[in-house]
């Protein structure tokens, strides 16, 4: 039975270098108000669906990936196969009270078998167990997540969780032992941080030298999952507030302001973004990435190279982006349709009924994958460059859509804006 610990990580494709995740999913103890996780499974139905079974079993599928995985054909175990990094973990925090044993025994194996690991944490609540890992792990990619400049707020949000303090401390440590961090301010929520220049530069002068903001997010279906007393940890008796946020399919207008300001003020110290922030264009990861062999390409990646390599108004036709990605992809035919499937349910119907389902399902190569995001760009920009405020849709003067010769639409390199707003347009012969 295939696991469903260790998987390709589908979600984050071109946002993130990292091929495959890895979570252990046991109920993660730090119990995090607003974790996406937990809320989206609060009846554990990942396990149970398919005959998933149960969490020790998830395990034993995980070590008999790692035991066999040579001999698979399954798509992570070729990643395994090629030693594209695992990160460690998207769905439950690695270090948790329940996971960390579990973590600590394959990362122990992973080290045997020289595959790369990187990190998503909240940290370690006993620092014995920090040891254990840096014996065993080299230099990696860690995202530590602070969200909160006030400890007793978060008690209130994330009452299992490491402290503020320790996390700015593990970053330190981190950096002096040549790992190097990303902060995670996710989820940005503006009143749970009074300072935001002084919020930033604590995690700057700790060593941080990424960064990641994404506001709080909390659907209908998020809200119907949490407990009355993770909806007051949240908003902490302040209903006026809670009604502003809760259920929105956007975040509060009065936000985006704040919101800007934290990127502007991010960029003014010096950190780089793996989002993708519209007023930078420099590569994120080119200081974390030589630490492995091989990853996964992102779109902030190429955007930096556009900045080397185009000028304002630039056409940027399929041809340049499948050339610039595939080198950096796995040479494989696979169930890559999956990838879409994570990002829209309405776009993966709408798509395939013309690609083919059976393709879909087993034999779609990277090449077909981008084209088919290119061709659908405006139903699934965050698998095309489009996703970066740098790229747009490239029109004629008359603002019509111009199309290649193959029938692909062609975007524009922008950075400042579409250049037609200050410009007659380019005409594409």
Sequence with gaps: MRSKQ????????????????????????????????ILGDRG??????????????????????????????????????????????NRTDPFGRKN?????????????????????????IDLRDFDKVMDIVKPSWWYITISQDDDNIRKRIEPGATTI??????????????????????????????????????????????????PLYLNDSNVRQMTEREKAGIHGGDLEWWNKIQGKKRIPIDWWQP???????SIDIGFKHITYEPHQNTDPWEDALPLYKKTMPTIQQFAAHCQKTMTIGDPLFFEEWLSWCLPKLPDIETSLGYTITTKSWS???????????????????????LRICWQHFTRLPSLTPYANYSFCEAWYADKSNIIDEFGLPVMTFAPSGHPIERMEGWIYA
């Design 6 to 37: 260790l998987i390709p990580y589908y979600g984050e494709f071109l946002l993130v270098p990292w091929a495959l995740e890895l979570s252990i999913i046991e109920p993660c103890d730090y119990a995090c108000a607003y974790c996406f996780a």
């Design 44 to 89: 554990r139905k990942y396990y149970k669906s398919k005959g998933g079974g149960s969490h020790a079993n998830g395990v034993r599928q995980t070590l008999n990936l790692l035991k066999d995985y040579r001999k698979r054909n399954t798509f992570e175990a070729y990643l395994l196969q090629e030693q594209y990094p695992v990160l460690l973990s």
């Design 100 to 124: 960390k044993s579990q973590t600590i025994a394959i990362l122990e194996i992973l080290k045997e078998l020289d595959i790369p690991v990187a990190f998503q944490t909240k940290g370690f």
């Design 165 to 214: 303090e320790h996390r700015y401390e593990l970053m330190n440590e981190l950096v002096r032992r040549g790992h190097k961090v990303c902060l995670g301010w996710n989820p940005f929520v503006p009143e749970w941080v009074t300072d935001t220049h002084l919020f930033l530069q604590k995690a700057w002068d700790s060593g941080a030298r990424q960064i990641a903001i994404h």
């Design 259 to 265: 919101l800007k300001d934290a990127h502007q003020a």
């Design 347 to 369: 776009a993966t119907k709408h798509i395939m009924e013309s690609e083919g389902w059976e393709k879909w399902r087993t034999r779609m190569s990277y090449c077909d994958l």
